[in-house]
């Protein structure tokens, strides 16, 4: 194994690693010592001492001082922002700022704020807002009125504003189309030559640079595309590298997502190995120090450039998608996450991953993005020349701190510049102010009277050990829902790593074929033979089924019975057989791929979501003190989610106690008997659960029209739900329900 595929491989095994461990190893690699800490803390003190005595640290240092995500008024802009992008029409977008801008004490803001600028805007918005509230009766007809003239002025006046702001800050978001691709590549060539005339330097350092995201160039920038990602965006790189070079410019691949990380570095390796690139020290990559794998990631980067003989230059940052990160870990039920839990760890992890830099210096070029003080300070502490890097800053953003920074020390500063339409920056935009809008934000603190230029400046390393490296505030996706049950198993499905594993545990199911029918309590007649294909692939025989008969379904209803185990128990077994689905995954994933014609995302998350249903409807059941059971429940189930809603309807049946006949979608009997099989195996009755696969005519009409059956679930068409409707009418107990759900309604 060669050294690059040793250093992915530590990447990869970093991805979800806890942060203690990853933190630790960081302080093994990279030591700090207390004397430099202490250092670092002083020269930080004295920069935001400085930065204040100038009085002026910049507007949106001064907007978020007053309208940071601590207050509603705060949010209620944020919200407002981001969301104007999205809205169709005029209408629309009044009822919008009715909706945020009426209920906030903009009040409570005005004149507060050092910036005439952001006063005024507050003086707009509470008039607003007053307007909005006016009174009843005749009032409220001029409220009418009033909001017709008043709502189209704090539309244009709010749009206005995010263009002024938006003018401080091109980055091009992710494309969705071919052509939104086509025409993002074409206005970065376009920017590469505009920027030419420029670059009079023979040191790349003096020249401009431009920063490109891979996923505004490629509609389908993700894992699962890889084969189609390396053929088609490879070159596309490789062109707009060729046409930096060809000028002496600099190109920086910019972040993304962590789910793009490893395919990031494929992109990246296959487009810097090429030979018309030799002797250009311009390429650069971003690593985002909140992520666990920044140091391997860094240590692949400078052993690519050795392997190479080339020089890159890395940009350092914190990250931009923290809060996106940790909430798609969650949902997803990963086993960690892919960036540290808490900002401590980030600083630590950003001072770290500088010192190693600042040691590659012959193959790597380092930039330092930041706005903090703090970590500005330790960079300068840890550096001997000062002309071996870089920092860098968002225009508009950090002026003064590195203002005070390239007097005092002669550093060089870069500036990072969006160039784009009001339309393109706003959603950047918006990022950088929910990154900094928070209330342990540097860029929020340094105004704020309240907060000490110690306290600002507290040593990350400090304050991790005060907290005994415990993670505080962030919920681990595994206890996402806390005691009320445990969170489903999740697979990511960008990690080599657990793609592998899912394809070996499903692999072992790849040529298997089943065969399937009734599950009763008592003897089944046996009824036609069907072979079941793949309908991704017709010549795929997965199996085949029996189908119930007539009698069967005769014989199934003579023999169910209530489930008569008390609510603990029941509850118990239904989480025994959730436990037994996740156990059972990799005939899962086969069946639902190849019965079902499942991409290996909708087999996790049908997964997922019948393991949701058997621990929700568990702890449901336990709070059913008193209750009687219906009865018989017959269970018919769609197509489209086979194991999901198959499993779902059982669940809720059976925590109640009652008996379940279940019908399957007649395309996907195997998925049903697999996890009827699985129930029985937990410890479900046969009399209470019976599996009935078969034509609708057949067995979906004996199921709903027996008088025998106390009620009725059913997913699918409205036009069958009718029919059992009208059914149930005729032979069915008056109170029995019927709960349907048609057309995802």
Partial sequence: MSKLDQLRGSMRHAHLAADATILDQLRRDAYISKTDRAQTH??????????????????????????????????????????????????????????????????????????????????????????LQEGQGIAALLRGAVKRLGEPVIRTAVGQAMREMGRQFMLGEAALTAADAARNFDEYAASIRALAPLCTSGDIRENPGISIKLSAIHPRYEFPQRGRVMAELVPRVLNLAQLTAGVGMGLNIDAEEADRLDLSLDVIQAVLSD????????????????????????????????????RIMVRLVKGAYWDTEIKQSQIEGLDGFPVFSQKEATDISYICCAKKLLGM??????????????????????????????????????????????????TRCRIYAPVGTHRDLLAYLVRRLLENG???????????????????????????????????????????????????????LTDPVQTGEINEIRGAFQNETWSVGPLLAGTS?????????????????????????????????????????????????????????????????????????????????????????????????ERLSGAAPRGVIACISPWNFPL?????????????????????????????????????????PRTALQLLPGAGPVIGEAITSDAQINGVCFTGSTATAQLINRTMSQHLAPDAPLIAETGGI
Wanted: with cysteine; proline share 3%; charged share 20%.
């Fill in 42 to 131: 002083l020269r930080a003190v004295g920069l935001v001492n400085a930065i204040r005595a100038t009085g002026n640290p910049g507007l949106m240092e001064v907007f978020l001082a007053e309208y940071g995500l601590s207050t509603d008024e705060g949010v209620a802009l944020m919200c407002l922002a981001e969301a104007l992008l999205r809205v169709p029409d005029a209408q629309t977008m009044d009822e919008l700022i009715d909706d945020k801008i009426t209920p906030s004490a903009w009040n409570e803001h005005l004149g507060k704020s050092s910036s005439s600028l952001v006063n005024a805007s507050t003086w707009a918005l509470m008039l607003t807002g007053k307007v």
């Fill in 361 to 410: 210096s012959g193959r790597i070029y380092p930039q330092f993005a930041t706005h903090n003080a703090h970590t500005v300070a330790a960079v300068l502490e840890m550096a001997g020349d000062k002309q071996a890097f870089e920092f860098q800053r968002l225009h508009g953003m950090g002026e003064a701190l590195h203002d005070l920074v390239m007097a005092g020390e002669a």
């Fill in 525 to 621: 007649a046996g009824g036609d033979v069907e072979e079941i294909r793949n309908p991704a692939n017709p010549a795929d025989v997965v199996g085949q089924v029996t189908l119930a008969s007539r009698d069967d379904a005769t014989t199934a209803l003579a023999n169910a019975a209530l489930w008569n185990e008390s609510l603990a128990q029941r509850a118990a077994v239904l989480r025994k057989a959730s436990d037994l689905f996740e156990a059972n995954t990799g005939e899962l994933f086969a069946v639902l791929c190849r019965e079902a014609g499942k991409t290996a995302d909708d087999a996790v998350s049908e997964l997922r979501e019948a393991v949701d249903f058997l621990r929700y409807y568990a702890g449901e059941g």
């Fill in 275 to 310: 030979a018309s690139l030799a002797g250009w020290d311009g390429f650069g990559v971003v690593v985002q120090a909140y992520g666990k794998r920044a140091e391997p990631v860094i240590d692949w980067l400078c052993q690519l450039a050795q392997n190479l003989d080339r």
């Fill in 644 to 684: 999901a809603i198959f499993t779902g309807q059982i669940a809720a049946a059976l925590a109640a106690g009652n008996a379940v006949l279940a019908k399957p979608a007649e395309p996907t009997p195997i998925i049903s008997h697999i996890a009827t099989r699985l129930l029985h195996q937990a410890g479900v």
């Fill in 438 to 492: 928070a209330n342990s934000s540097f860029v929020n603190q340094i105004v704020s009277k309240s907060v000490s230029a110690e306290e600002i400046c507290a040593d990350p390393f400090a304050a991790l050990e005060a907290s005994d490296n415990v993670v505080r505030g962030v919920i681990h996706p595994t206890q996402l829902f806390g005691k009320i049950r445990d969170n489903s198993k999740g697979w990511d």
